[in-house]
């Protein structure tokens, strides 16, 4: 039996521009007693990564059309953030309930185009999803590499909500190194029945997972080391093979 450890990543500073996440990452994880190992799966946060990329924006410097000014008022949102927010989108899927629901420029459905104000320092600072998040997280699985020497897979997380379901959960919006879909087609159950649709989002469960360790509030721990888990490697899978094509979604 392999046992699965989710190790949260502590003592990071408070990430800005220009900061080098792998390093970063190597240099806690060596000083809290577990430096990263070969098959280690590293679960960043969105947040650090645009901000050590300068990808934040001060509301204040955003001028917000008469359209954005409308959406405002009829969500109960600042002007500048709904602005933001439709820059970031590629289309409007929902509006209501207070809720701007959009489709961003990766092809993601989410709250706010993905646009985050949590754990972003400056009272009128926010960050958006990074420009290509499967980019990012391949510069740190690359720097890590470097520094470590261990071939390990990145995967970028943000937190999502689902249709009919409460609560949110983690997602993976980038990743390296690892295959995001487990294909179970064709293996048999307990009793013998060949799965004919089962394809499991591991990347998306290996998200959720690490934020059992990952605060979103007082604990300001934005990384989590996940080792132990068996997955399947890849050069070349994106997130993109997480998004479920238009067609044959029911809820859009």
Known sequence: MHV??????IGLPIIKDGDDLGRLIC??????GTPIEDRDIIVVTHVIVSRSEGNVINLDEVIPSEFAKNVAEETGKDPALVEVILR?????????GGHIIAE?????????????????????NVTPLPKNPDFSARRIRQRIKEISGRDVAVIISDTHGRPLRNGEINVAIG??????IRD??????????VLKVKQTAIA????????????????????AIIRGYSYEKSEDATAKDLIRPKEKDLFI
């Open 175 to 180: 990743m390296a190194g690892i295959k995001p």
């Open 88 to 96: 970031e989108s590629k289309s409007i899927v929902r509006i209501g």
């Open 104 to 124: 961003t420029k990766h092809g993601f459905v989410c709250a706010n185009a993905g646009v985050d104000k949590s754990n972003v320092p400056g009272e009128r």
């Open 27 to 32: 240099e806690a994880a060596a000083k809290q």
């Open 184 to 193: 179970r087609r064709g293996e048999k159950d307990l009793f013998g029945y």
């Open 204 to 223: 998306d469960e290996l998200s959720s997972a690490a934020e059992l360790v990952i605060g979103q509030a007082d604990e300001g721990i934005p990384v």
């Open 4 to 9: 699965v450890k989710i190790i949260p990543v």
